[in-house]
Nanobody, 116 residues
Framework: QVQLVESGGGLVQPGGSLRLSCAAS????????MVWIRQTPGKAREVVAS???????YYADSVKGRFTISSDNTQNTLYLQMTSLKPEDTAVYYC??????????WGQGTQVTVSS
């Protein structure tokens, strides 16, 4: 059974930093794509950043230059380094991973709150 466990969320002041982690356990097989999304009540779900197994990355315009996505493919772990955080970054952040076998696995979500 595959599980994705997220960690690293919390409360931070504007301008601060956080690092989110998403660790996969179980027989996930070959991973094709890894993604961070965020969800805020009353707003559409937003893809924040993604990275392919080949290290191609995508960032939403709202986080470019502030967030960095990375992965440790040997450990099946995904990271999101967030800097210069703004109140509008407040959301529940979810990770998911797509395997070559067309399966999608989700993390449980972690709350990020940016507030003074």
């Amino acid at each position: 059974q595959v599980q994705l466990v997220e960690s690293g969320g919390g409360l931070v002041q504007p301008g601060g930093s956080l690092r989110l982690s998403c660790a996969a356990s179980g027989s996930i097989g070959s991973i094709r794509n890894m993604v961070w999304i965020r969800q805020t009540p009353g707003k559409a779900r937003e893809v924040v950043a993604s990275i392919t197994y080949g290290r191609s990355t995508y960032y939403a315009d709202s986080v470019k230059g502030r967030f960095t996505i990375s992965s440790d493919n040997t450990q099946n772990t995904l990271y999101l380094q967030m800097t210069s955080l703004k109140p509008e970054d407040t959301a529940v952040y979810y990770c998911y991973m797509d395997s070559d076998s067309q399966s999608r696995y989700w993390g449980q979500g972690t709350q990020v709150t940016v507030s003074s």
